[in-house]
């Protein structure tokens, strides 16, 4: 997911991008990605809204498939949040019904967690506001130069 990937690239404040924004520095390719985060926080915000979860929150339905069981510290890994913040998602997450979490069959001390069928729902719902985001984008442009932007994006996230 990209926007997972790319989120430790981004631990910068409102002020940097504020100093690329005022200031007219000369972009390169950081830049261009300040400015970039802030269009997709954008987005995530408005989907975020219409659903009426946290980016996190978001994050972590995508992150599993329907019918996977996963212990809380792989899925707090999956969204790169320490084991205490990932619980406290999972756990506002298993209050609004879209997750669930049980004994593990394999070893009654473990606890796994999954999507509910709730979350299934959601997690669809999240997939097809995904998708409409991304037709937006490839509305502006064509074939060839959604080619060299995933290929770029692609190597952006293989040398972070």
Same mark, same amino acid.
């Given at each position: 997911?990209? *926007?997972?990937?790319?989120?430790?690239?981004?631990?910068? !404040? $409102?002020?940097? +991008?504020?100093?690329?924004?005022?200031?007219?520095?000369?972009? /390169?390719?950081?830049?261009?990605?300040?400015?970039?985060?802030?269009?997709?926080?954008?987005?995530?915000?408005?989907?975020? !809204?219409?659903?009426?979860? !946290?980016?996190?929150?978001?994050?972590?339905?995508?992150?599993? /498939? @329907? #019918?996977?069981?996963?212990?809380?510290?792989?899925? !707090? /890994?999956?969204? #790169?949040?320490?084991?205490?913040? #990932?619980?406290?998602?999972?756990?506002?997450?298993?209050?609004?019904?879209? *997750?669930?979490?049980?004994?593990?069959? +394999?070893?009654?001390?473990?606890?796994?967690?999954?999507?509910?069928? @709730?979350?299934?729902?959601?997690?669809?719902?999240?997939?097809?506001?995904?998708? /409409?985001?991304?037709?937006?984008?490839?509305? #502006?442009? $064509?074939?060839?130069?959604? @080619?060299?932007? @995933?290929?770029?994006?692609?190597?952006?996230?293989?040398? *972070?």
């Amino acid at each position: 997911m990209l *926007f997972v990937s790319i989120q430790h690239i981004f631990a910068v !404040s $409102n002020y940097c +991008y504020w100093q690329i924004k005022t200031h007219n520095l000369e972009q /390169n390719i950081i830049d261009y990605l300040f400015l970039l985060k802030q269009k997709c926080v954008k987005a995530e915000e408005e989907i975020g !809204s219409e659903i009426g979860l !946290s980016y996190r929150e978001i994050i972590g339905i995508g992150l599993l /498939n @329907k #019918g996977e069981k996963i212990d809380s510290n792989t899925l !707090s /890994n999956r969204m #790169g949040l320490s084991a205490s913040r #990932g619980s406290r998602i999972i756990d506002k997450l298993i209050a609004k019904g879209f *997750f669930s979490r049980r004994t593990a069959e +394999y070893d009654r001390r473990a606890v796994e967690i999954s999507l509910t069928a @709730k979350g299934n729902v959601l997690k669809k719902r999240i997939e097809t506001l995904k998708a /409409n985001c991304e037709k937006k984008i490839e509305s #502006g442009i $064509n074939n060839k130069q959604k @080619k060299i932007i @995933k290929e770029g994006l692609k190597t952006l996230n293989e040398v *972070f």
